[in-house]
């Protein structure tokens, strides 16, 4: 009686298009950007600065205090006038602070290039240095770039674009209006029906360190 036959033995099978489609895909291309962002930094500081916002929002005044006209005099002299507007200031710091930055974004919108050119500079310091990953330089046309060089090339991008183009100009002009408008507002508004206790000013230093915490957002380079 013969015996079945046997079988060969099994030899292991590669793939080469699925073994070489990881280095393809690495290498991102000789002349595109490889500058992948660090996602969890990003929400993190996102989140921080929604916060930040939120929460030195709510220690704002009414705005109805702010523009009673029955409160508005003209100030008896310049040292009067110092006197109401570095009490106006502590209390209507958050208000202040809107207002400047109301007109600071009116000057900006009623220019769109320059705004433009503002929106890609700092989306250009986001994703190129402060959130990018530590561990993976930007390469750019086939030449990967340092930490250094990618700072030293954002600062001289940066100023090109504030000193030759018209944004420093505006950004300068919208501060200088909402300053204007904040001094002229502090200078006529009495401030005797104004009450600043010590719970008051300690938050309103927790509010404007808060304003700016954001920039200690673990993950950034900031």
Do not use: K
Request: net charge neutral; proline share 7%; aromatic share 10%.
């Amino acid at each position: 009686m013969a015996s079945a036959p046997t079988q060969p033995p099994l030899l292991p099978v590669t793939n080469p298009t699925a073994a070489g489609s990881a280095p393809a895909s690495s290498g991102g291309g000789g002349g595109g950007l490889d500058a992948p962002i660090a996602t969890p930094a990003f929400r993190l500081f996102m989140s921080r600065i929604s916060e930040s916002a939120r929460r030195s929002l709510s220690d704002r005044r009414p705005w109805a205090e702010m523009v009673d006209r029955s409160a508005f005099s003209r100030p008896d002299s310049l040292s009067d006038a110092t006197s109401r507007l570095r009490r106006n200031l502590t209390y209507f710091r958050v208000n202040y602070t809107a207002v400047v930055a109301f007109a600071l974004a009116a000057s900006l919108l009623a220019h769109p290039f320059s705004l433009l050119i503002l929106l890609g500079v700092l989306a250009a310091w986001c994703f190129l240095y402060i959130f990018r990953a530590s561990d993976q330089p930007v390469a750019l046309f086939g030449r990967t770039f340092s930490d250094r060089e990618t700072l030293l090339g954002l600062i001289v991008a940066s100023l090109v674009a504030f000193f030759f183009t018209p944004v420093a100009s505006l950004i300068i002009s919208g501060m200088l209006v909402g300053g204007a408008i904040v001094a002229a507002h502090g200078a006529f508004r009495m401030p005797e029906d104004l009450f600043l206790d010590e719970s008051d000013a300690a938050s309103g230093n927790s509010a404007a360190q808060g304003l700016l915490s954001f920039l200690g957002a673990p993950g950034s380079r900031v």
